[in-house]
């Protein structure tokens, strides 16, 4: 470990901090009915949406109605997906590479990673869609952070609101996000993204002869615009099959760094957005610090054990050019960086990868792996990290909160059967989905056969792929066959339950907090705002997540951990 | 409670009344029901019985962390019996072992249960023991007769004389009485039962001690107070309170995960070609499932209950007592429960040209004949003062003036000296002069500062002004700071006008008054906090005080009080204490603080027995999984044994603290918090790892398992 991996942990933290914090006001003022100086240009737009489809954004939801209406706009964004996908060889226009038709299980399992902001891809994208397929996948990138938006907007507003029956307006948050935080932020990103280097085009593949006389077919196409919103809206389904690690979509270090910090951007916002709604900004502070805790614990294992490299040749006194654990790593970007890269797309639910994390050390590659197991918690995507975040909160709050000696609140409302219902519903979904999938992808031939590595290393494999879809991450570890019938099955179920079985429970939460009265803070009261809360919310997502995984977790990459000191290989 | 007349005098028979009618201010309540020993011997035999009886699985289905158990004890006894009958004899030992403890851990949890109730229970039989057949004296067109009390409708009208039992509720129609009412209170303090007002009911079962009334009958049979009392304190045992529930569907939650979490380390574990037996699966399982707050969630809130109930309070719901705990606006009455009820005279203001030596003397003269509190008072302040002694009046010319409605005044006439004292206008009335200013200021002064002027005049000369003050009860001023640190607003109740009762609220201290307080302006009171989040407390007897009571949260009636207040309130306090109100809130608080800290206990326990019971699953499949052995523990079985015989006895460890309650103080939410989380958070953390390594060498050195590594 150097001092200047170390140091840009916290330099990106900061760096993300500032921006999510003004972000942060201009989304409270965009969303909570104040005026931002992108309205002269927005209104008549937005107002032009809602005549042209027939809305009136003042009409007040009903949760049920809320959640149906989202429901209903992702359905028809996942069929539109399907079909684009199926008539891929007969749609002829912007497909110059004359992509083929797609598995009718990657086709499934493509819609619903792209309608659940996973971007889970069991494809190679420059090799399987055309450009077209691509665009709408970006359609679906802007659309899939935007829900996650309106779930977060309609939970907090349980919290913010007090003796009311209705959660807002689903129309009016959806397009106000799309046009005043989604567009205007991507059309930023991809600007800057082509000023470091990305290309932008509709071209055909380039083909070249190589010096030794090979042909190579250089892929490229709107890569910039493509990178800038999966990136911004925390979606990870990048253009390239190698993803940022393919020169095209990360260039350089300042691109890396540029996309580290469009990332986490809105998710560090909904935190200060969150304070703000509530009409409390220190109710912000210990959720923020806690995500921060959690994210620089992670860096830092992830990074030492990345650095250590593997102890078994360290044992074999190997002293390589560095101890360094650099497989499967991109070598422009070194150790810090990726490690660093690694443990950011498994927090901010990114998916985005710069490297192989099959090749991660064991305990290396359990950070990630934790990290969305504990239900992307981290910062989270879109508004979902927030609200999983609020989840764990009602549920410490809970579990501690009698202990002063009143019936658990929070933020004034008070947390009774059908809250703790919600809030356990939403906990379970994530801890089933990933345990009994993974335990029948072990058991039965069609989930072994898919496994590369036997061994704890595969049961690793295994669980990331759940863990990674239920959370809506997108990433994979690798070294197992996503595309089989299988994987693609599985996986599209677990990132379809990971999505709206977990997260409408919470909406479903807030809306019975909203019908609460609000009950006066006093000194009675459970402080939330300070360094305790910090320590027992932090402490509350670290021994759930521990408690549910751990045997797992032990046959998984701790047991790989220690064979490794013991220098004990696994055949295969 | 309504403040005396503002005169300065009260009637003699006001002051007897109000002396019999409720148990001396200030004085903590005696007669308090017999706190049983924890361990009582009766109680622990019965429990014990209980607790077998209690092992019904159809018993067991409120409880679905017990039932879990409970199963899992079932399968890992048949697996034992099984590996005997193979004539596996090491298997047989090692599952045996396993099989008893969690069997024991279901009858720990059970014996919690039923220690809880049977202090409930042996309550609810005494009170039945006291339920006898008494006879009924009934007035009917054709005169008195006696009939069974249990034949009385509701409406009847009896007649009850000294000595006789009250033959069912009702309300006194007629007379007045003192009655014995120590069968249902414990109070062996007489107190007057009278028609009409405040202290108009009375309660079957208890006794007439004075006197004859005539009761109107107001409950039918079974629905009699004491009928009611025991059904409350039997069915009491068994409700469960709304966050009860809540919690108990949070650790149904957990078990759920925790069940599919040991399901699933089956396939696991077959992958990885480490393969573990069902009772060691069983045995995880029940390591991890929140079997400590499980076991004893029920008799955590039964507990409660019968705290209450040993303090003389019937909740009549176990929302009631929840809610004590919410609690943050408290409403007092100023009279008896913030002062002492009885005003003392403070201080003597004479006019000008007069020696304060002289005022006291006439003020004492005045008041030698003055048998009220106020009066003996006046003589006390002038001895303290003056050392003025009380004159031998024996012999002399002397004529006391009592007290009159029409005069308002009271005095003496001794040796041709006239000397009066009253209320100012009367005096001044009676002595036919203009108030000068400067008397006439120091009135207004002492009115305004809360307390009641009396004007002293000797032979139509006014002497000055004596301060009657109502003395704030030693002690309220800390409880109510106490209170406000830990984020409950006290609230005053007063008849006074708002000017002096500011000056009241300021010296007691209390938050926020309510003056000239009206039965409507009460209710209003109430409903407008609520409204605005807060939730409300307090305490009333009389039927001006029913619809502010119905409206409250936590609603304590006194027993003395009427039918009405009775019925608005949802708790009845049997001491007819009106501070009280604090004690409840402060047991409401002690019931939640107990569920918490033993649900984070039972909660962060688990991460001691994982240390224990993985390494010891695997590392024969991953030997370097033994790293995780922190606590280098023997054997892989004597690590679950270990962890399993921790988990059964922290049960009956931490039931005298379920009973009792963890202890409270008034203080701020975050500086109990930061207590009780190092205490059962952190402690819960660091216990079960001392606790399972010392189990672990007692096991290894009987080897009661099989030791090898």
Not at chain 2, 357 to 384: C, F, H, M, N, Y
């Amino acid at each position: 470990m150097t001092w200047q991996g170390i140091l840009q942990i916290f330099v990106l933290l900061a760096v993300v901090t500032v921006v999510g914090f003004f972000l942060s006001k201009y989304m409270y003022n965009t969303l909570e009915g104040g005026r931002t100086f992108m309205d002269r240009v927005l209104v008549p737009c937005e107002r032009a949406v809602y005549r042209l489809c027939g809305i009136d954004p003042t009409v007040e939801m009903r949760w049920t109605r809320y959640v149906f209406v989202l429901l209903a706009v992702n359905v028809v964004g996942f069929v539109v997906l399907m079909v684009l996908l199926a008539l891929q060889p007969v749609l002829t226009i912007f497909n110059p590479a004359h992509m083929h038709q797609v598995p009718f299980w990657v086709n499934l399992n493509t819609s619903i990673s792209f309608m659940t902001n996973t971007n889970w891809q069991n494809y190679g994208g420059e090799t399987t869609l055309s450009y077209l397929s691509q665009m709408w996948l970006t359609v679906q990138q802007f659309l899939s952070p935007v829900t996650g938006i309106c779930l977060f907007l309609a939970v907090v507003r349980g919290f913010s609101r007090h003796n009311a029956n209705t959660i807002g307006n689903f129309w009016r948050d959806f397009v106000r996000t799309l046009l005043w935080v989604a567009i205007p932020l991507a059309v930023i990103g991809a600007v800057v993204l082509i000023a470091l280097g990305s290309p932008q085009n509709l071209h055909a593949y380039t083909v070249v002869h190589t010096l030794q006389g090979h042909k190579q077919t250089i892929a490229q196409g709107p890569v910039a615009s493509m990178t800038s919103i999966m990136q911004l809206g925390d979606n990870g389904g990048g253009f390239f099959n190698m993803n940022v690690a393919q020169p095209f979509a990360g260039p350089n270090a300042a691109s890396i760094f540029f996309q580290l910090i469009l990332g986490f951007s809105v998710p560090v916002a909904c935190i200060f957005l969150f304070g703000k709604m509530v009409k409390n900004t220190r109710q912000a502070r210990p959720i923020y610090w806690s995500m921060v805790l959690l994210f620089v614990i992670g860096a830092l294992v992830l990074y030492h054990f990345e650095a250590a490299g593997n102890p078994a040749l360290a044992a074999h006194h190997l002293r390589l050019a560095a101890s360094h654990n650099l497989e499967g790593k991109e070598t422009r970007f070194g150790t810090g960086t990726t490690s660093l890269f690694e443990n950011s797309t498994t927090t901010i639910s990114w998916g985005s990868v710069i490297a192989s994390n099959d090749s991660l050390t064991p305990i290396g590659g359990l950070v990630p792996l934790f990290n969305m197991m504990t239900g992307e918690v981290i910062f989270g995507s879109w508004g979902a990290g927030m609200i999983g975040m609020i989840a764990y909160a009602v549920l410490a709050l809970f579990l501690a909160g009698l202990m002063v000696g009143r019936t658990p609140e929070y933020l004034g409302k008070k947390i009774e059967s059908f809250e703790v219902k919600m809030a356990v519903l939403s906990m379970i979904v994530p801890s089933l989905v990933i345990l009994v999938l993974a335990a029948l992808s072990v058991a039965l031939k069609a989930g072994t056969s898919g496994i590369f590595n036997p061994g704890p290393h595969g049961l690793s494999e295994v669980l990331y792929a759940f863990s990674s879809g239920v959370g809506n991450n997108g990433s994979a570890f690798g070294g197992l066959n996503a595309a089989s019938p299988w994987y693609s099955a599985t996986v599209g179920l677990a990132m379809l339950l990971g999505r709206f079985p977990m997260y409408i429970p919470l909406v479903a939460m807030g809306a019975s907090l909203a019908k609460k009265q609000r009950i006066p803070e006093s000194a009675g009261t459970f402080p939330t705002h300070g360094p305790l809360f910090t320590v027992l919310l932090t402490g509350t997502v670290v021994v759930v997540g521990a408690l549910i995984f751990f045997p797992a977790l032990a046959l998984g990459p701790f047991a790989e951990q220690f064979a490794a000191h013991a220098g004990k290989l696994f055949g295969g | 409670m309504s403040d005396m007349d503002p005169t300065g005098h009260v009637g003699a028979t006001g002051t007897a009344l109000a002396d019999g009618g409720e148990p001396p201010a200030g004085e903590s309540p005696h007669g308090r029901r017999v706190t049983m020993s924890m361990w009582d011997k009766d109680l622990v035999r019965r429990s014990l019985r209980q607790s077998l009886r209690k092992l019904d699985p159809r018993a067991l289905t409120h409880n679905p962390v017990m039932f879990v158990v409970e199963i899992g004890s079932l399968f890992t006894t048949a697996d034992a019996l099984r590996y005997l009958a193979s004539g596996r004899l090491g298997s047989f030992s090692f599952t045996g072992q396993i099989a008893i403890w969690l069997w024991l851990t279901v009858l720990f949890a059970n014996f919690a249960e039923a220690m809880a109730e049977g202090r409930g229970q042996a309550h609810a039989d005494e009170l039945r023991r006291t339920r006898t057949e008494t006879e009924a004296r009934k007035v009917t067109p054709e005169g008195i007769q006696v009939v069974p009390a249990t034949t009385l409708q509701v409406g009847d009208v009896v007649v009850v004389a000294a000595g006789e039992v009250i033959p069912g509720d009702g309300e006194v129609i007629e007379g007045i009485a003192s009655v014995d009412e120590s069968a249902i209170t414990g109070e062996s303090a007489p107190v007057i039962r009278e028609s009409g007002g405040d202290r108009s009911a009375v309660t079957g079962g208890t006794t007439v001690l004075s006197d004859e009334i005539q009761v109107k009958i107001t409950a039918g049979r079974g629905e009699s107070f004491l009928d009611r009392m025991i059904t409350l304190i039997e069915a009491g045992v068994r409700q469960k309170t709304p966050n009860e529930i809540a919690l108990a569907l949070l650790l149904a939650g957990l078990t759920l995960i925790f069940l599919v979490v040991v399901v699933t380390v089956a396939p696991f574990s077959v992958y990885s070609h480490a393969p573990v037996s069902v009772t060691v699966l069983i045995a995880l399982l029940v390591a991890l499932i929140p079997t400590t707050i499980g076991g004893l969630l029920s008799a955590i809130g039964i507990s409660g209950m019968n705290r209450l109930l040993e303090r003389n309070v019937l909740a009549l719901s176990g929302r009631a007592v929840e809610a004590a705990g919410d609690v943050n606006v408290i409403m007092l009455d100023k009279t008896g429960t913030l002062t002492m009820g009885s005003r003392q005279a403070t201080s003597f203001t004479p006019s000008p040209g007069v020696e304060e030596r002289r005022l006291a003397e006439a003020a004492q003269l005045s008041s030698l004949a003055d048998e009220t509190p106020e009066g003996r008072s006046i003589v006390v302040l002038a001895k303290e003062r003056y050392d003025l002694r009380a004159p031998d009046l024996d012999g002399g010319d002397v004529e006391f003036v009592p007290f009159s409605a029409q005069t308002r005044m009271s005095g003496v006439d001794l040796d041709g000296r006239q000397i009066r004292k009253g209320a100012a206008e009367s005096v001044a009335r009676w002595a036919e002069v203009e108030l000068d200013p400067q008397t006439a200021a120091a009135v207004e002064q002492i009115s305004r500062a809360g307390s009641t002027p009396l004007l002293v005049a000797e032979d139509r000369q006014i002497l000055g002004a004596v301060e009657l003050k109502d003395v704030v009860k030693p002690g309220i001023k800390e409880r109510l700071a106490s209170l406000r640190a830990a984020g409950i607003k006290t609230v005053m109740i007063t008849g006074d006008n708002p000017i002096t009762a500011d000056a009241i609220a300021r010296e007691v201290g209390v938050d926020d008054f309510l003056a000239e307080a009206t039965p409507e302006r009460k209710m209003e009171y109430v409903k407008s906090i609520r409204s605005e989040g807060y939730m409300v407390g307090m305490v009333g007897d009389g039927t001006n005080d029913a619809p502010a009571l119905a409206n409250a949260d936590v609603a304590v009636a006194m027993n003395t009080g009427t039918m009405a207040a009775r019925e608005a309130g949802n708790m009845i306090d049997l001491d007819s204490n009106p501070t009280k109100l604090i004690e409840i809130v402060e047991v409401g608080k002690q019931i939640l603080i107990t569920r918490g800290a033993l649900t984070t206990f039972s909660v962060v326990n688990d991460v001691a027995k994982y240390f224990a019971i993985i390494p010891a699953m695997f590392v024969v499949a991953y030997p370097g999984l033994n790293a995780l052995n922190i606590m280098h523990l023997t054997s892989p079985e004597t690590a679950i044994l270990s962890a399993i015989i921790f988990n059964a006895l922290i049960i009956p460890a931490l039931i005298p603290l379920a009973l009792r309650g963890v202890r409270y103080r008034a203080t701020t939410a975050a500086t109990i918090l930061r207590k009780n989380l190092l205490i059962y958070g952190l402690g819960g953390l660091i216990l079960p790892f001392v606790g399972i390594k010392l189990i672990d060498m007692i096991v290894s050195a009987l080897h009661l398992v099989s030791t090898v590594k």
